[in-house]
């Protein structure tokens, strides 16, 4: 699998720009870029910097430290790698499916995770571009700065991440690195107490995040020529529907699309992962390049493909009335209509 400008075809005697670290991500990682005489890019690659290993650290321990153990991939999403382990582990122990309140309880952990998880990219590390404008002082153009300039704004932040840590914490037993979910199922209930402090806050919370998607918007609407195009990226789109083709973020079936949108793959067990797909490696990153063995050698997905590749995502709220567009948030000054720098695919 090859990319455009993954590797110069003569690197020799090319200057060589390093983002080093790059910041605000989830992660650790840099980007370097090659560039000739006429400053024209010949090479540009994102390296994960991260050496994980955990396939070959969980080899021989016992199989009900696994969930436990592979959360700590990270801190910011552990609960998708203490779920992801315990689905594998419930397989392994023939206890699939799981009873419904477990998978409920489960379900709503993951929801959690989703919540504080998306929080914290959008209000703290793509707010300060999206508020103040790519071309602003980078002085400003950080998280403190929103604290600053729009304390309202960073301070519903915090308070929705709050809420997904929360709900983490009632079925997880702890914000971070949980113990909730086991194999078989789940060591803990919710308790009527913490039910009824989540109920109490829910209503605001629920505000709070169309709050969020009404900026989106409005951002979106005020230069809609540098939104539709910014980051582009070509490429196939996998991900978890519903057996009905809803959006699932817990459980499903396979479906894939390829660059043109068209399904190439639908109903798919999980279980033919390996069957299916095939990972390749590079030797200057440690991120794995997965690709369809269908499709040859092309990317395999990204992360918006959890809502792409679905028919539609359903919600047990009532959809109200469109807003008008106009929200308590700021607008940001107008940005250019191309960015600066070329893109390359997410990570």
């Not at 995770?113 to 914290?120: D, G, M, N, T, V």
Request: charged fraction near 25%; aromatic fraction near 8%; glycine fraction near 8%.
């Amino acid at each position: 699998m090859a990319f455009d400008l993954e590797t110069a075809a003569t690197p020799e005697g090319l200057r060589r720009v390093a983002i080093d670290p790059v910041s605000r991500v989830e992660g650790h990682g840099k980007v370097t870029i090659l560039l000739d005489e006429a400053n024209r890019v010949q090479q540009v690659r994102l390296h994960i910097v991260e050496f994980r290993g955990f396939e070959k650290f969980i080899e021989g321990r016992p199989y009900w430290e696994v969930p436990v153990m592979v959360q700590r991939l990270c801190g910011i999403c552990p609960v998708s790698h203490h779920l992801a382990a315990s689905k594998a582990m419930d397989r392994v122990l023939g206890a699939h499916p799981v009873t419904p309140s477990a998978e409920k309880i489960r379900r709503l952990m993951h929801y959690g995770q989703i919540l504080q998880s998306h929080a914290l990219h959008f209000f703290h590390l793509s707010s300060p571009d999206l508020l103040f404008g790519f071309d602003s002082e980078v002085q400003q153009r950080n998280i403190v700065g929103v604290i600053e300039k729009h304390p309202d704004i960073a301070k519903k932040g915090v308070m929705l991440r709050k809420f997904g840590q929360e709900v983490i914490r009632v079925t997880a037993g702890k914000r971070v690195h949980g113990t909730g979910s086991v194999p078989g199922g789940m060591n803990k209930h919710v308790s009527r107490e913490d039910r009824d402090v989540l109920q109490r806050d829910i209503g605001q919370t629920i505000a709070w995040a169309q709050d969020a998607v009404a900026i989106a918007r409005q951002l979106h609407e005020s230069n809609a020529g540098l939104y539709d195009g910014f980051g582009s990226f070509r490429s196939n789109m996998l991900s978890l529907v519903r057996a009905d083709g809803a959006m699932d973020l817990y459980d499903g079936v396979l479906r894939a699309r390829d660059t043109a949108g068209q399904i190439v793959l639908d109903g798919a067990s999980d279980q033919r992962y390996f069957e299916l797909i095939e990972e390749e490696v590079r030797p200057w990153t440690y991120m794995k390049f997965p690709h369809l063995k269908s499709l040859g050698r092309e990317p395999a997905g990204t992360a918006s493909a959890r809502w792409r590749g679905c028919r539609t995502a359903t919600s047990s709220r009532r959809r109200g009335p469109r807003r008008s567009g106009r929200s308590s948030w700021p607008t940001a000054r107008a940005r250019r209509s191309t960015p600066r720098w070329p893109t390359t695919g997410r990570a």
